[in-house]
């Protein structure tokens, strides 16, 4: 059983997202070992990148700062090698197909490999091109993680039937689609994705539906705290890392 694996065996996994650099990488650090220490099973840093479409407001923001403040891919690589010595559970890169793009596929997933990292997600990926970056990604034994967001129920079957490691599904809190196709809510997503594969669906819960923890994990597998960690990392700054743990240590007591 590999550290992915492991991290859904017999529990729901909390996975702990972080802006590399935001406000600094030395506080970045800090954040990673307090939310394993709180209980985090997977550890989610994303590579911050100019045009993050992705996502809302707060993590966007975190991008824009740590830019600023000078973050690079190359140094949020050392990072990830300097933590992944330190912890156990699996290190999981967010970055946007751009950032690998311009580095190079080889090159960015031979140097993730020499960082300790085990997979990678990349949520502007379309499903059409996973192949080409996953035939490259597999020579290193990194997993290209599928993200599914509101889509009609073939195509959310079919993203699903395909994919590794676990499964991003979008948190739809108050999403309304006027096509009847589509399949939009949490629930109906995860429910879809399960009916063509055991592969684990974790949700990604923004700032809003962080106490909805409980209601979230009683149909999936796990999930993702990213808008609200941001949150407490923008307002705690230096001291974010012992606010981040007390957090985690809260939303564990749920899981």
């Not at 997503?189 to 819960?205: L, R, S």
């Not at 990213?226 to 012992?242: M, R, V, Y």
């Amino acid at each position: 059983m590999n550290k992915m694996e492991n991290a859904f065996k017999d529990k729901k996994a909390l996975i702990g997202f972080v802006t590399a650099g935001d406000p600094s990488l030395d506080v970045t650090e800090q954040v990673i070992y307090k939310m394993v220490q709180g209980g985090c099973d997977i550890i989610e840093i994303e590579i911050p990148f100019s045009d993050p479409v992705a996502e809302g407001p707060v993590i966007q923001s975190a991008n824009v700062r740590a830019i600023g403040n000078g973050t690079t891919t190359d140094k949020v690589f050392t990072l990830a090698k300097k933590v992944s010595c330190k912890v156990d559970v699996p290190i999981v890169f967010m970055a946007y197909l751009n950032v690998l793009f311009k580095y190079g596929y080889d090159k960015f997933l031979e140097k993730a490999k020499h960082c300790g990292v085990s997979g990678v997600v990349i949520p502007d990926l379309p499903y059409e091109e996973k192949a080409e970056l996953e035939t490259v990604a597999d020579q290193y034994g990194i997993t290209v993680l599928s993200f599914v967001a509101p889509a009609t129920e073939e195509r959310i079957k079919t993203i699903a039937a395909e994919a590794n490691g676990f499964i991003n599904a979008m948190s739809t809190m108050g999403y309304r689609s006027k096509d009847s196709m589509v399949v939009s809510s949490s629930a109906e997503i995860v429910k879809c994705v399960k009916a063509v594969t055991d592969v684990p669906v974790v949700i990604a819960v923004g700032v809003e539906a962080a106490k909805d923890t409980k209601e979230y994990i009683a149909y999936a597998d796990g999930v993702v705290l990213n808008s609200t960690i941001i949150e407490l990392i923008e307002k705690h700054g230096e001291n974010a890392p012992e606010a981040v743990y007390d957090y985690i240590k809260s939303i564990k007591q749920v899981l």
